[in-house]
């Protein structure tokens, strides 16, 4: 008996990102999963999520977007539990039920609402100023000292363990990778701390074969940056 399209199981998974975008996480995911999936990239710098193609896929013009099956799923969050539950075995989110499970939503909310929307003051301010300079000027600076604030946060939450969650790599290590990432942006204009405990996580992800396939993907499609620590790395000499 042949099995309709929708209840495939695992479904087919086409993630949509741009690169370095906070769609990376979801790549590291999907790529630590060990699931099939193709990764398909929309640059955003080159404007190609608001072109009609991708328009089609994704009405909201944002990456990432994972096609799984007959569904379009956006968001980081619901993207990254999904492919967490595709593949309970691969170990990115702890048990349903758990507190720590609790704990990888609070990180990962926190995240997404909090610290990517700060960083989008920086990169976009336009997107809360409008057009005047000033503003522009006042939303940038206001968000720099922010985000200031918020490495201090991420420092404390992390406190002595190796990993977001304590002793085990999830997907919120992933998510956080990104925005170790983006705190070197030559468009950050304020000083920020030193982060020795972000920076130590940072490191123990990219030791991660996962994350160096996904990046190194990104980085074939446009070749971004990494962090001093990293750029010197063979990998991504080449
Ligand atoms: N809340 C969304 C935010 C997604 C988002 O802002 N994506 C950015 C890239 S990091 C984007 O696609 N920006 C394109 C645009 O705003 O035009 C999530 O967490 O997935």
């Known amino acids: 008996m042949q099995q309709a399209a929708s209840t495939v199981f695992p479904p087919k998974l086409t993630l949509y990102y741009s690169p370095k975008a906070c769609s990376l996480a979801s790549h590291i995911a999907l790529e630590e999963s060990r699931l099939p999936y193709e990764a398909v990239s929309v640059d955003i710098r080159a404007g190609e999520n608001v072109g009609p193609d991708y328009l089609k896929i994704n009405p909201g013009g944002i990456v990432p977007a994972l096609v799984a099956g007959d569904a379009v799923i956006t968001e980081s969050q619901a993207i990254l539990a999904y492919i967490a539950d595709l593949a309970p075995e691969s170990g990115l989110m702890p048990r349903p039920g758990t507190r720590v499970r609790a704990k990888a939503h609070e990180w990962m909310n926190w995240i997404s609402s909090s610290l990517h929307v700060t960083y989008r003051s920086i990169f976009r301010p336009q997107a809360y100023a409008g057009e005047s300079p000033d503003a522009i000027a006042a939303v940038r600076e206001h968000a720099g000292k922010k985000l200031a604030k918020m490495l201090v946060e991420i420092e404390r939450r992390l406190g002595d363990a190796p990993y977001a969650l304590g002793e085990d790599f999830s997907v919120v290590d992933a998510y956080l990778f990104v925005f170790y990432l983006w705190s070197f942006d ?49 990998v991504t000499e080449k």
Request: net charge positive; no cysteine; proline share 10%.
């Open 186 to 234: 030559e468009r950050i204009q304020a000083e920020l701390p030193e982060r020795p405990r972000y920076a130590a996580l940072a490191a123990r992800v990219w030791a991660r074969d996962a994350v160096r396939v996904a990046v190194t993907r990104e980085r074939a499609v446009r070749a971004y940056e990494l962090p001093p620590q990293f750029a010197s790395d063979p």
